[in-house]
């Protein structure tokens, strides 16, 4: 009489090949989801740019003023503007915590930067010169 059951040896190399599987696509699956980070922090970085430059043609040809970082541009200056130019707030997909999309303008108030926290969360803007040039960190 033969047997169906699986020996315990077959299910040791079942299980050793799903863990195998399992752990090849862990990494690739974390890489995508880092790609598609990448690609969102960078279409609202540019939608954020649009509401701007929307924001410097109703202003009198003024950008919000913030010549050290801030991280409450949108929610102090671009949803409370009229026209109101943004409804909601856009979150950076690399912060922590629920946080803006970092802002800085230069003094005289004529170039500004926006950036993202960012993979490696590091060389962020740490000035904007009157010309238009920006030192990092």
Do not use: R
């Given at each position: 009489?033969?047997?169906k ?5 077959e ?29 969102k ?97």
């Amino acid at each position: 009489m033969k047997s169906k059951a699986f020996t315990v040896i077959e299910l040791i190399l079942v299980l050793l090949v799903l863990g195998i599987l399992i752990g090849m696509s862990v990494p690739k699956i974390k890489a995508m989801q880092q790609n598609g980070n990448v690609v969102k922090a960078n279409k609202e970085v540019a939608s954020i740019e649009a509401a701007l430059e929307s924001y410097y043609t109703f202003n009198s040809n003024s950008y919000p003023p913030a010549t050290t970082a801030i991280t409450n541009l949108q929610q102090t200056f671009l949803i409370n503007a009229n026209p109101q130019i943004i409804s909601n707030v856009i979150y950076d997909p690399f912060s922590a915590s629920p946080t803006e999309y970092s802002y800085m303008t230069s003094s005289n108030g004529q170039y500004y930067a926006i950036w993202s926290q960012s993979l490696s969360g590091a060389n962020h803007p740490t000035s904007i010169s009157n010309t238009g040039v920006i030192s990092y960190q």
